[in-house]
Every structure is written in C-alpha cells, then in structure tokens.
C-alpha cells in the first residue's frame, strides 16, 4: 500500500467553480502536510502547509486537515483557467527523518 | 535569487556516459533533498542531507548514483555509466529542521531534466 494517494484524475470543473482535491496517507506518525502545484514541465511550487487539525485558508486556497480519518484537502474556490495544474499531496513522517513523501498527483483542468 | 538553483536545466548524454548534476539550496537551510520524477508520477525520494551528513539514501538509488554534500552547501548528484531508464527530472529542494525534529517548508529548484540517448 502506497503511503500517499491520491486520485490521478483529470478533474475538470468549470471556470468559477470550487475544486476540490482529496489526499489520503498512512498514519505511521505522520507529521507535516503539504500541498504544491506543478505545472507542465516545471518543477513543483509549494501552495500551502499544514500541521495540525481543522482549515488553514490562504486566498483562494483552503487546506483542511483530518487526522482521524488520515485525509488532506485543498479547496481551490473561484478556480481559473490557469490554475490547471498537476497538485501533489506530500506528507511527513516521524519515522522517516522528515523526508517529504509525494502521493502521485491529481490533474486539474478549468475551463473556461 | 535566494531560491533554491540547479544547474544544469537540460542534459542530453549517450548511454554509458557519467553526468553530474550540482544544486545550491536556500542559504540558511539545513537540510537538501534531491528526488526524481518521470512523467505523470510523483517526486520520488533519492536521498537527503542534513547539513554535510547523508541520513538516507533510497533503495532507488544504485550504486551508479552517488551524492555529496561537503560543506553543508551546494550538493552534487553523480550517474555513472547512465542507462536509458535514468532520463527524468532530477529535483533539488531544500528545507530547515527546527529543533525538535519539526520540518519547514521546503522548496523546489527549477529541476534538470536529462534524457539518455
């Protein structure tokens, strides 16, 4: 069993709409969550973090974070064309040194 | 700049050839990750740093690859003898260990992407 997950997609929503992305880990003492947007080509740019329980909201962006049920959330409200993107999910763990570990990412695409 | 830099973002070798690829984190950071990723995968671990110690090296990582750290700076990676399966895109990212063990934000250089011919 993978350690991350996430779904690989395409999600496709329509310009305006709230995208929703969904992550899931293994719980073996995970630590710190991270969300990071890579566009074609390009290397991964960090979007948000989170460390504990509940919403951390940044702009457009909301992540949310459940421990119990081991899942991470990023919320993408008025989304825009160009945020399509590929989102990675990365999760630390106490037991691995703190080394980030990638789910394999979900491909958005917003249409105008 | 105080970002996190690569260089080179492009290399092209024959198979068999050695390549070496050098990444200057953030200055303050004291931790430097290097990954791999190939298309529609994620950023797959190789090895870590923190500060001149190498903590962890991957199961990924054969014994072609070879990484340093010698003064807690830049870093290089190493392919010997490249084969064919190892064009991808070579990441760099940086971070900073608080202490405590709680682990910063880290942050991506640009990548370089080699291609074995």
């Known amino acids: 069993q993978k350690e991350v997950e996430q779904n690989s997609g395409p999600l496709s929503v329509p310009e305006g709409a709230i995208a929703s992305l969904n992550c899931t880990y293994s719980?073996?003492?995970?630590?710190?969550f991270f969300w990071y947007r890579q566009y074609s080509g390009k290397s991964p740019e960090l979007i948000m973090s989170?460390?504990?329980?509940g919403d951390k909201e940044d702009g457009r962006f909301t992540a949310q974070l459940n421990k119990a049920s081991q899942y991470v959330s990023l919320l993408i409200r008025d989304s825009q064309p160009s945020d399509s993107a590929t989102y990675l999910c990365?999760?630390?763990?106490?037991?691995?040194?703190?080394?980030?570990?990638f789910g394999q990412g979900t491909e958005l695409s917003v249409k105008p | 700049d105080t970002g996190v830099s690569q260089d080179p973002r492009h290399k092209i070798t024959k198979r068999g050839q050695n390549v070496t690829f050098r990444c200057d984190p953030i200055?303050?950071?004291?931790?430097l990750y290097w990954y791999r990723q190939t298309l529609g995968q994620g950023p797959e671990f190789l090895t870590y740093?923190?500060?001149?110690?190498?903590?962890?090296k991957s199961r990924l990582l054969s014994d072609r690859f070879s990484a340093e750290r010698p003064k807690g700076s830049f870093s290089t990676l190493e392919i010997q003898r490249t084969e064919q399966g190892d064009s991808a895109m070579y990441l760099c990212?940086?971070?900073?260990?608080?202490?405590?063990?709680?682990?910063?934000?880290?942050?991506f250089g640009q990548g370089t992407r080699l291609t074995v011919v």
């Open positions: 990212a940086s971070s900073l260990i608080l202490t405590g063990g709680l682990n910063t934000e880290a942050f």
């Open positions: 719980d073996r003492g995970s630590q710190s």
């Open positions: 989170i460390y504990s329980n």
């Open positions: 990365a999760v630390t763990f106490y037991n691995q040194g703190g080394k980030l570990i």
């Open positions: 200055s303050e950071h004291n931790r």
């Open positions: 740093f923190q500060n001149e110690a190498q903590l962890e």
